[in-house]
């Protein structure tokens, strides 16, 4: 089992930047993958960007964030972040740090744990 807790979402102004981290515990985060998922309103929940920490450290960015977004880990603290800069209106939404075991996957729904969720607004 592992507990996934988010923070760091706010409001910021277009073109801003913010930091999200996702402190994991109950399991170190080695032999997982973690993933940065977002959900707008009346939209599907949809992935933003994961890291394969189980033995390759690959990465998979949205073709929304690309260049904008960085996702990275901190092993010592047990912790995944996620990077936003150069922020637009429509990265609002209930950002979700989410896990699962070894393999990444961008299928939202093959992710086991899932944290609480923050909020980010984009204002214009």
């Known amino acids: 089992q592992v507990q996934l807790v988010e923070s760091g979402g706010g409001l910021v102004q277009a073109g801003g930047s913010l930091r999200l981290s996702c402190a994991a515990s109950?399991?170190?985060?080695?032999?997982?993958?973690l993933g940065w998922f977002r959900q707008a309103p009346g939209e599907e929940r949809e992935i933003v960007a994961a890291l394969q920490i189980w033995i390759s450290d690959r990465t998979y960015y949205a073709d929304s964030v690309k260049g904008r977004f960085t996702i990275s880990r901190d092993n010592a603290k047990n912790t995944v972040y996620l990077q936003m800069n150069s922020l637009k209106p429509e990265d609002t939404a209930v950002y979700y740090c989410?896990?699962?075991?070894?393999?990444?996957?961008?299928?939202?729904?093959?992710?086991?744990?899932w944290g609480q969720g923050t909020q980010v607004t984009v204002s214009s």
């Open positions: 989410a896990a699962r075991p070894r393999t990444m996957t961008l299928m939202v729904e093959k992710y086991s744990y």
């Open positions: 109950g399991r170190a985060v080695s032999s997982y993958t």
